[in-house]
């Protein structure tokens, strides 16, 4: 019953930026703690980003700290995910997820801990 919807990928040059987007159905969006995961050609699916149910927390991975930002609008049930000095490592398809806990507070790396999953967007960065 829960959907969730990726937009906003695409091409782009090394150095560029790009906003994902990730619109969710149902009316207990502010319930989930709502994450970022990608998976490159050839590659495991890797954990990209996360923000708490609250919105007060937020965790990333080492390879896009300082590059990417997660944030929520719970007006709109959207995550979003904010890059910018794209790399052409960063190239991949990206999945938005959501997991359900009671933990308001919880941010979440395992794409196991994850309980509903977007169609995914491609991300391609040039050299």
């Known amino acids: 019953q829960v959907q969730l919807v990726e937009s906003g990928g695409g091409l782009v040059q090394a150095g560029g930026s790009l906003r994902l987007s990730c619109a969710v159905s149902?009316?207990?969006?502010?319930?989930?703690?709502m994450g970022w995961f990608r998976q490159a050609p050839g590659k495991k699916r890797e954990f990209v980003a996360v923000?708490?149910?609250?919105?007060?927390?937020?965790d990333y991975a080492d390879s896009v700290k300082g590059r990417f930002t997660i944030s929520r609008d719970n007006t709109k049930n959207t995550v979003y995910l904010q890059m910018i000095s794209l790399k052409p490592e960063d190239t991949a398809d990206y999945y938005c997820?959501?997991?359900?806990?009671?933990?308001?507070?919880?941010?979440?790396?395992?794409?196991?801990?994850?309980?509903?999953w977007g169609q995914g967007t491609q991300v391609t960065v040039s050299s």
């Open positions: 997820a959501a997991e359900a806990s009671i933990y308001y507070s919880s941010t979440p790396t395992r794409a196991l801990d994850y309980d509903y």
């Open positions: 149902g009316r207990t969006f502010t319930t989930y703690a």
């Open positions: 923000i708490s149910a609250s919105g007060g927390n937020t």
